[in-house]
């Protein structure tokens, strides 16, 4: 299977020269240690969300985590050494996201990611997977 970064090349040239200046954006001279998410389930009934891990060299197996009524849970993902990070997905029922691992290209230490999955929040629809800006570990 090729990578993100084989298939983005593969596009064609309008897609190259738009993000050309973007396809080192996951280079880092520190590690990804691991990657948290925050699972919440704002819903009256039990749920299972799903999340899949993506490198740039491979995309981790689905991991799949049932939270109870209106609750949240804190799941710990960790990708093998050296690894660099390009996306979280995440699906619940018949909602699917992704969340970009951007602007870890200048970050000289270990690191962690976080982020958070919210299904029915404030009493509605919406549903959102979201990342944080906090890289600490």
Request: net charge negative; charged share 25%; aromatic share 8%.
């Amino acid at each position: 299977m090729p990578s993100r970064r084989e298939a983005l090349l593969t596009a064609g040239p309008l897609l190259s020269s738009t993000l050309a200046g973007c396809l080192d954006t996951f280079r880092t001279s520190g590690s990804l240690q691991e990657v948290q998410v925050e699972l919440h389930n704002g819903n009256g009934e039990p749920h299972t969300f799903h999340l899949a891990l993506e490198l740039e060299s491979e995309i981790m197996e689905w991991e799949s985590y049932s939270v109870d009524t209106e609750t949240a849970k804190s799941v710990v993902m960790t990708p093998p050494e050296d690894s660099s990070p390009v996306a979280l997905h995440g699906a619940v029922d018949d909602f699917a996201a992704d969340v970009e691992f951007l602007g870890v290209d200048n970050i000289d230490e270990d690191y962690c990611l976080h982020t958070s999955f919210y299904y029915r929040l404030d009493d509605g629809d919406r549903t959102q997977l979201a990342q944080s800006a906090d890289i600490r570990c």
